[in-house]
């Protein structure tokens, strides 16, 4: 279980850093592109993928915390 939240929380951080990088790229297009065109793709394309990245590492935070607890009750049944 220990090797199953280490390979989430690798995941997690990958992605937090992801999601960065994808934001600040979001903010220098939208500098940049300041016709219709432009924000339309941002509003088409990278606008939407944000909140759906913000979930997914949302709930691998909470897979991870489950993984966790699961692994020390198994360590230690008396565990509550």
């Known amino acids: ?6 390979d989430l929380t690798g995941c997690c951080n990958r992605l937090t ?3 960065n990088l994808l ?8 500098e940049g592109w300041k016709d219709q065109v432009g924000r339309g793709f941002v ?9 759906q990245i913000n979930l997914l590492i949302s ?16 360590q230690d049944p008396d565990l509550k």
Do not use: Y
């Not at 279980?1 to 280490?6: A, D, I, L, N, R």
């Not at 509003?43 to 909140?51: F, G, K, R, W």
């Not at 709930?59 to 198994?74: D, P």
């Open 43 to 51: 509003q088409n394309h990278l606008a939407p993928a944000v909140p």
């Open 17 to 19: 850093r992801m999601n």
């Open 59 to 74: 709930e691998l935070s909470v897979a991870i915390e489950q993984f966790e607890g699961i692994a020390r009750q198994l």
């Open 23 to 30: 934001d600040d790229r979001t903010q220098a297009l939208a």
């Open 1 to 6: 279980m220990k090797h199953v939240s280490h």
